[in-house]
């Protein structure tokens, strides 16, 4: 199961719609806090997180999930970013950091190799970071 977090709801129907289309079993919530609420995160084969809202933030949530012994791998989306949240989700172990706007098939594949575990090929910096700290093509 997908875990997609996303507050603006025009995103949130269009990956949810994508991820059904990929034949790909999820559940999409408004934020964080109603995720939070309504299920433990940690349950989810692969988090699909946005940045910035209101309440905790996708960071904030990536960060939470990470001090548990069975974290799924997180891909964060944004269509902001600055080098201070790029480090921090870094740290956090994100698998990648997607910065909107991405093509279905970009963000398909993503999800795809976190749920395998297979990290994602060499990139810039720019476009990629994943957990073990190579560079992939997703982070912004």
Known sequence: MIYLVEDDDATRKAISLLLECEA???????????????TDPTSADCLILDVHMRGTTGLELLERVRRNDRCPPVILMSGRVAGDILARATAAGVFAVLEKPFSGTEL?????????????????????AAPDGGSGSNAT
Not at 24 to 38: G, H, I
Not at 116 to 128: E, M, T
């Open 24 to 38: 790909l079993e999820a559940c999409a919530f408004p934020s964080c806090d109603d995720l939070c609420q309504k």
């Open 108 to 128: 398909i594949e993503t999800i795809k190799r976190a749920i395998a575990g297979r990290p994602l090929p060499a990139g810039p910096a720019s476009r990629g």
